[in-house]
C-alpha cells in the first residue's frame, strides 16, 4: 500500500521516497535482511505462545534497520509498518522538528507485542498479562508497551490515519493513542487491479456462481480458508457446477471437487482471476481492511466477508455483499447468490465495481492524504 501510494504522488508531482528494509517475501527469500528474519523467527518460536494465531512483534520492535538521522530534513515523515525498520521512541527523540503522519494498517502500534489482539483487551492498560506470548515474556511485554505509550508522549504533532473506522474505534482505546485523533482514509489498491483491459470479460455466462478466495498461504490458520471450503462444500448440491478458486501457497488439503488450486499469480494474472470471478470470500479470523476487497471489487466480484475487523464497513460502502459469522451463514448465502439470476447478479457486479474504483484508487487516496499533509505544514 505504502509503495502504490508513494508512485500515485510522485505522478502527482510530489517529492516523494519510500523507504524499506524488505525487498520481498522473506519466507522464500530469508537472507535478504537476515537481522529482520531471526527476530521474527524468535518471535515466532521462542516468545509467542503456539496457541496465539496472530503474529507477534517482540524483537523486531527493537531493531532499527534504518538510521533515523538519515531521514532529517523532510517535509513530512510518512509512516507505515515500522516493525524491524525503526523504534518511534528513538524517532520522536531524533526528529523533534519533523511532522510526521502515522498510517496504522494494524492493531501492534499500540498494542505489547500481537498485530491482532484476537478479542484481547489488554491493550487498554498495559497488558501486563499478555497471551500472546509465554510468561517469562509478560514483563517485557507491558514494559515495551511502555515504551510506546511514552514515544507518542513526546511526538505533539503526529497525525494518525487508519483504513478502517473499526481500527480508529480501537485506536481511541488504547493506552497509547488516546490523546489523538485519527483520520480514517481507505487503502489504496494497485492500478493494474484498474485497468479496463482487466474488466470483465464479455462472453457467455452460465448460471454457476464462480467463488474466489485469495492468501498469501492458504495454511495460515489465521486466514481459515476451511472456513470457505467447509462452507463451499456443505452447499455443494445447491451450487450446481459451481467452483471454488483458491490462490496462493499451500492449501493442498483443500483439493476436491470443484476446486481449483492455482498456487501464487502475479498481480496481472490475479487480476485476470477476479475478471473470471462472481464472489469473493474473505474468511480470516482477523483483519482491518483488506486490498483484496477492494483489487476483487474493482472486477467485480460481490465480497462476502467475515464479520471480524473493517471488513464490514468495506462491503458497506460497495454497495453490495454480505458479512457472515459462520460456516452456514457462509453456505446459505453461496446458496442465495446462486439463487440470483444472472442478469441481475451482473448488475450487482457491475455497481461493486464502479464504487470501488471511486473508493479504492490511488489518486482519490493521494486527495485526502493531501489534506492531512496540509494540517501539518506550516502556513
Known amino acids: 500500500m505504502a509503495r502504490i501510494l ?3 504522488q510522485r505522478a502527482q508531482g510530489y517529492d516523494s521516497r ?42 523486531r520492535d527493537k531493531v532499527n534497520g534504518i538510521d533515523v538521522q538519515t531521514l532529517e530534513g523532510s517535509d513530512v515523515l510518512h509512516l ?5 525498520t525503526l523504534q518511534f521512541e528513538r524517532l520522536s527523540a531524533v526528529l523533534r522538528n519533523t511532522r510526521i503522519i502515522w498510517t496504522l494498517h ?52 503526529l497525525k494518525v490515519v487508519s483504513p478502517s473506522r473499526w481500527l480508529a474505534k480501537e485506536v481511541e482505546r488504547s493506552v497509547v493513542f488516546r490523546a489523538q485523533s485519527t483520520h480514517v482514509i481507505p487503502n489504496p489498491i494497485d492500478p493494474i487491479f484498474l485497468g479496463e483491459n482487466h474488466a470483465k ?10 467463488i474466489i478466495v485469495v492468501a498469501k498461504n492458504l495454511s495460515d490458520p489465521v486466514k481459515q480458508v476451511d472456513v470457505a471450503v467447509k462452507a463451499f462444500r456443505s452447499a455443494g448440491p445447491r451450487l450446481t457446477d459451481a467452483t471454488l478458486t483458491l490462490v496462493g501457497a499451500g492449501g493442498r488439503e483443500f483439493a476436491g471437487d470443484g476446486i481449483i488450486l492455482t498456487g501464487p499469480l502475479s498481480k496481472l494474472e ?15 479470523k482477523a483483519e482491518n481492511s483488506p486490498l483484496v476487497i477492494g483489487e476483487a471489487a474493482a472486477n467485480g466480484c460481490i465480497p462476502l466477508v467475515a464479520s471480524v475487523g473493517g471488513m464490514a464497513e468495506m462491503v458497506a460502502a460497495l454497495g453490495h455483499g454480505k458479512e457472515f459469522g459462520t460456516e452456514q451463514e ?18 450487482m457486479q457491475i455497481s461493486v465495481r464502479v464504487q470501488a474504483r471511486v473508493l479504492y484508487s490511488p489518486s482519490t487516496a493521494v486527495n485526502e492524504y493531501a489534506k492531512v499533509y496540509s494540517g501539518l505544514l506550516p502556513e
Request: proline residues 8%; glycine residues 6%; positive net charge.
Open 6 to 8: 508513494a508512485d500515485e
Open 18 to 59: 519510500l523507504l524499506s528494509v524488505i525487498s520481498g517475501d522473506l519466507r522464500s527469500n530469508p537472507l535478504s535482511a537476515p537481522l529482520h528474519t531471526l527476530a521474527a523467527g524468535i518471535d515466532e518460536y521462542v516468545v509467542k505462545r503456539p496457541a496465539f494465531s496472530s503474529p507477534i512483534s517482540f524483537l
Open 80 to 84: 507505515h509498518g515500522v516493525n524491524g
Open 106 to 157: 494494524d492493531m501492534n502500534p499500540f498494542t505489547g507485542v500481537c498485530h491482532y489482539s484476537l478479542g484481547c483487551n489488554e491493550f487498554t492498560n498495559l497488558c501486563s498479562s499478555c497471551p500472546a506470548v509465554k510468561p517469562t515474556f509478560h514483563n517485557s511485554v507491558s514494559n515495551l508497551l511502555a515504551s510506546k505509550k511514552r514515544a507518542i508522549a513526546n511526538a505533539p504533532g
Open 201 to 210: 470479460k464479455p462472453g457467455p455466462v452460465g448460471e454457476a456462481v464462480r
Open 270 to 284: 490475479l487480476s485476470q482471476a477476479y475478471s473470471r470471478s462472481d464472489v469473493l470470500i474473505v474468511p480470516s
Open 330 to 347: 457462509l453456505a446459505d448465502q453461496l446458496i442465495d447468490l446462486n439463487r440470483l439470476n444472472v442478469t441481475v447478479r451482473q448488475k
